[in-house]
């Protein structure tokens, strides 16, 4: 017996002794580009005047990076393109489907140190015609063309937290989201013929932001947290796909001829593919 136990003892120890390393590296070629499908399905509640009204919804759409530049430092320029297709609302009260049309576009030129760290983020469109769809579509799981990873190399079951600060047009004003991420290395596998790292990751997101909604001041306040996995590519380093299931509390504050807090829930699941 004691044999067996010592036997097992060291082939625990080889095992960790042989974890293999992986060194991700940010590096996607200058003037290639990504595409993904994206889907979110949702259900909010919101009380407003002592009614609970329940919302889902499902909207899709397309998100394409353009990397444009990989300077000698390993910073990163690349073009950010999102567009919802469509989107469907079923309620107590109503079932309709909206194009949201350039409303749902929202495009961005945004720059990463070698790290993935967002080092500048900003929009490149010039009209207020923008709903913050895409925006918010794109925002969603939390994450852009690349997860922020650690200076060396990583193994299977290694961890680590990252903070980052997203700002996004939504209707005419701005929300800005501060997250705070942990992920954990799963292991290599593939996405049909490419070699990915999958990590699991759990976050906890904070909103904050302002816009006028019909002649209202709106002030939005809201926390959440995020939980999925990402797939990364391992030559580039860019994410192949990922998915996230979000739970996140929010509240409206409208104030103007009529003043009143409106408080929400909601519930998404975001898909992300590589077209």
């Not at 079932?95 to 949201?100: G, I, K, L, S, V």
């Amino acid at each position: 017996m004691k044999r067996i136990v010592f036997s097992l003892l060291l082939v625990t120890l080889f095992s960790i002794g042989n974890a293999q390393d992986f060194s991700l590296k940010l590096k996607p070629k200058a003037g290639s580009k990504v595409t993904y499908t994206m889907t979110v399905d949702g259900k909010t509640t919101q009380s407003m005047m002592g009614q609970e009204i329940t919302m889902n919804t499902t909207s899709s759409g397309s998100q394409e990076v353009s990397f444009t530049k990989v300077n000698s430092d390993g910073s990163i320029l690349f073009n950010e393109k999102s567009v919802v297709d469509f989107v469907k609302i079923s309620s107590a009260a109503m079932d309709t489907t909206m194009n949201p049309g350039e409303n749902g576009i929202e495009n961005y030129t945004v720059t990463v140190d070698k790290l993935g760290n967002i080092l500048s983020k900003k929009s490149l469109k010039t009209d207020d015609k923008s709903s913050g769809m895409g925006g918010m579509m794109g925002a969603s799981s939390g994450l852009s063309a690349f997860i922020t990873i650690p200076d060396g190399k990583i193994k299977v079951g290694d961890s680590w937290t990252t903070d980052r600060t997203d700002t996004i047009e939504f209707m005419g004003g701005k929300v800005v989201n501060t997250i705070t991420a942990e992920y954990t290395l799963v292991g290599e596998v593939k996405k049909g013929s490419t070699k990915c790292l999958e990590f699991k990751t759990i976050a906890n997101i904070s909103s904050e932001g302002s816009t006028l909604l019909q002649g209202m001041d709106v002030q939005i306040e809201g926390t959440g947290k995020i939980a999925g996995t990402v797939w990364v590519e391992l030559k580039t380093g860019v994410i192949y796909g990922d998915e996230s299931n979000n739970n996140t509390q929010m509240t409206l504050a409208l104030s103007g001829p009529q003043s009143m807090t409106i408080p929400m829930v909601q519930e998404m699941k975001v898909t992300r593919v590589r077209k």
